[in-house]
DNA sequence: AAGATTAATGCAAACGGTTGCAGCAGTGTC
DNA sequence: GACACTGCTGCAACCGTTTGCATTAATCTT
């Protein structure tokens, strides 16, 4: 149906080939025949068939963009950020869902391999052995993974923890509760690390736990019954969950809990109280990763792995606040 | 540098379209040859070219997706459930976004149209002349949107809004504004018909808006200072800016003003007071999408056009509550 | 036992582009 | 006037699969 190549060059009189050169090459081919071409193109509205091209060429012009819950507005800002950068550079991005399923994520790395030219892998649960071995499939970006000898986009959140413990210290905390994430989480672990470094505290860590509303809303009981006066969570979804599972038992927040959660999602804004939290940098990191990806890309076996780390930011708001010395268990 | 079929041909001693048919009509090939030459294909770790057979089956096995904003819950919710279950019938999805721009809309559909067997057009901005005629490029499914003679996966919006504005006077409402959604928006018209249509009230009409946080918050002063007591919002977050925004001025909701919003995404179930909403069945209606769009592109150009429509229901949070006479305008 | 049927495989031409090489005209150089 | 050079274009092979058709051997009919 569509128009092709050929018909472009019976159209305008002159060769395939020379209408190929005038799309991909056209400093090769005269002015005047060029636009001749160019306008029996326009006329049939020829468009060229990127898998055709795809075959001779090798590359597909297409990215493959992995994340663990497309429906986590973090991952949304990155998957954002990721397409329209992409666009300007005439490459489009593949998004793809694991639900949080390592299994998944492997599959989904594996059939997407064959189809894109490279892969932005983020926030991955799978274990470093496996990401090494699927390497060699296809070339790789690694957001919220520190990953030897590979490209990567890391988000400061060890300093944003540092930051967030250090906020709830101001403020008087010292027996502090850590909300873990997903079990095969690089960001959860430096989270931990981090809040684990900080002197003068008593931290108790909690999970690992489903990064989701529903984590945290399990996790509240727990919480109100270990004694502690601030809470840093791995996201804000579990944050939203946890000060609603805590309202509902009737532990105020941040009258006798403060909580701390991290990204800076919409819903952290608009949930009362309104939620203090570590900004996370998402659609910078979008572009970012695919700066790197198509540097790598377009260098081949030979390129350098490069590494970008963003700044994080503590906003904030209403959901911390200074401990209550009377409300303490212990005298 | 990865097998092809031809590798897989000479380890086995077959010729290629032996290869070929293994996989793409098993049952032509003995099955001793057949375990052979998955052996070999296993051996080398083959997996087929999908540029290559697109190139000859005309079929990519790929399904385009265009959404207004992939940051918008809604709309994650719908490609969550596209993706799912077009990965059970071994296709993939390509979600791309237009930042609700027209322009970047169509631009993403004539790009796609070429790399895909199919395009799930969700709530479009288009107009219908420009839909009918992209619809010669590639076979279409319109989520959001009646168009005669396509495709169609409607939520019943307009009982939805019924719905929401009976809850609204069985309060005691009367004086009720309507914030609109964009421009382009079938579902906008929809809900505003259906208001128009409710017998006994008197409706304000606010719009078109952009159908975000920020367009209800800057509605917040108008609706003010209109002479109202309920308010429909086009969507959850639309709703969500315009109590944050309300709340800030001083007007309580639902004090003097009852809020309700239509999507039911997260964020309307963590904002304080908790928003009453229009569900609307999100997930559903992306596999559903997939089934009609699969059906179109196997029938080719046979295909009857489907219908279906979603059912949608109210649920009553603390946003919405009685009338307080003493605070009205006029006794 | 000859002919018809069937199952399994090979052959080769597509699909729609790209690209190294060759050819050719025109220009500049000595 | 021979030569090299440059700019443009054509030629044809190739990318990895699919698929209609031909071929072959084995099985079935009558």
Redesign the pocket.
């Known amino acids: 149906m ?1 128009a ?3 018909d472009v060059a019976q159209a305008s ?6 209408v ?2 005038t ?3 056209p400093h ?7 636009n001749r071409v160019l306008a029996a193109a326009e006329d049939l509205g ?1 468009r ?2 990127r898998a ?2 795809a ?3 090798g590359r597909t012009h297409n990215l493959g963009l992995i994340v663990a819950d497309i429906a986590n507005p973090f991952f949304s800002h990155l998957i954002k950020g990721a397409q329209a950068h992409a666009r300007t550079r005439d490459y489009h991005v593949f998004v793809a869902d694991t639900d949080e399923d390592p299994q998944v994520e492997e599959e989904l790395i594996q059939t997407l391999a064959k189809q894109v030219d490279g892969v932005l892998l983020c926030s991955p649960r799978l274990s470093n052995r496996v990401i090494e071995k699927l390497r060699e499939d296809v070339p790789f970006v690694v957001v919220n993974r520190r990953m030897k000898g590979m490209s990567n986009v890391l988000m400061d959140v060890g300093s944003g923890a540092r930051e967030a413990i250090g906020h709830l210290v101001s403020l008087g905390h010292r027996r502090i509760a850590l909300l873990a994430g997903p079990a095969g989480s690089w960001t959860s672990r430096e989270i931990t690390d981090a809040a684990r470094a900080v002197p003068g505290i008593d931290l108790t860590v909690f999970g690992p736990n489903s990064p989701t509303e529903h984590g945290g809303l399990a996790l509240a009981e727990a919480v109100a019954s270990a004694d502690v006066t601030g809470v840093l969570a791995y996201n804000d979804l579990m944050a939203i969950g946890l000060v609603e599972g805590l309202t509902a038992l009737g532990v105020e927040v941040p009258g006798r809990v403060s909580v701390v959660g991290i990204d800076d999602i919409v819903a952290g804004r608009v949930s009362r109280p309104k939620l203090t939290t570590v900004a996370m940098p998402a659609e910078a990191a979008g572009r970012t990763a695919v700066d790197l990806l198509l540097q790598l890309v377009g260098a081949g076996e030979t390129a350098t792995p490069a590494l970008a780390t963003l700044a994080t930011n503590l906003i904030i708001r209403d959901s911390t606040g200074p401990v209550r010395h009377e409300l303490r268990a212990d005298p």
Do not use: D, Q, W
């Open positions: 569509a092709t190549i050929r009189g002159v060769h395939v080939s020379t190929s050169r799309f991909s090459a090769l081919v005269n002015t005047e025949t060029r020829y060229p068939n055709a091209r075959l001779t060429t």
